[in-house]
């Protein structure tokens, strides 16, 4: 009878002790996971913010280079008049003269919108003469507001009687919410010099 009695006195479940080990392991292993998991969500966004910076500098590099590569002269605006771009100067705006087909003048006007921190491309309307309008121009992002752009530099050397000009633009492009920056340089040469 007695045998009996220490059977049945047996109680069912955990001891105070079993569950508290139970419990701190489980938060051990939370901890880790969590842990984990943040690490992971944090290289992931800095992925992405490189991708959003990479594609907006090949997007603005392809679009200036190709300006670049059809222009026949780029000169800067110094307050309102036309200076020739030489390896002193730095800065911007940034003319560029192309030809079009009708053998008529098309200038190009690339900057850095101060307001929103972007590249702009401005283009006028076809020209008989050489000459910078403010009035027709059509002007569209290079970079999107997502991203900012500073700082732009343009600097230019002079080619001999017989080569091209060279044209450096260099800029470096920063996703804000992230901190993360690229710089981008574009070197090319003036494939229509006159």
């Given amino acids: 009878m007695k045998l009996r009695l220490l059977i049945n006195d047996r109680q069912n479940g955990y001891t105070l002790i079993e569950l508290m080990v139970v419990v701190i392991l489980m938060g051990i ?15 992931q966004s800095k992925t992405n913010a490189l991708a959003k910076v990479k594609q ?4 603005s590099t392809v679009a200036i280079e190709r300006q670049l590569r059809d222009g026949i002269d780029v ?9 020739p771009c030489n390896e002193n100067e730095l800065g ?8 079009t087909e009708n053998n008529k003048f098309q200038a190009s006007k690339l900057y ?5 921190s972007t590249l702009q491309l401005g283009t006028c309307l076809e020209s008989e003469t050489k000459q910078y309008c403010s009035l027709g121009e059509v002007t569209r992002a290079l970079t999107g507001t997502e991203v900012q752009v500073d700082p732009f530099k343009v600097r230019c050397k002079q080619g001999g009687p017989f080569d091209p000009d060279l044209v450096e633009v260099s800029y470096t492009i920063t996703e804000p919410a992230s901190g993360l920056s690229v710089p981008f340089r574009v070197i090319t040469s003036l494939r229509n010099i006159e």
Avoid: C, N
């Fill in 29 to 43: 292993l939370m901890i880790g996971v969590v842990g984990l998991f943040l690490t992971l969500l944090r290289g």
């Fill in 56 to 59: 907006e500098g090949d997007f």
């Fill in 92 to 99: 911007e705006p940034l003319i560029i003269y192309r030809r």
């Fill in 75 to 83: 000169v800067r605006i110094d307050i309102g008049v036309e200076v």
């Fill in 112 to 116: 850095l919108d101060s307001g929103t």
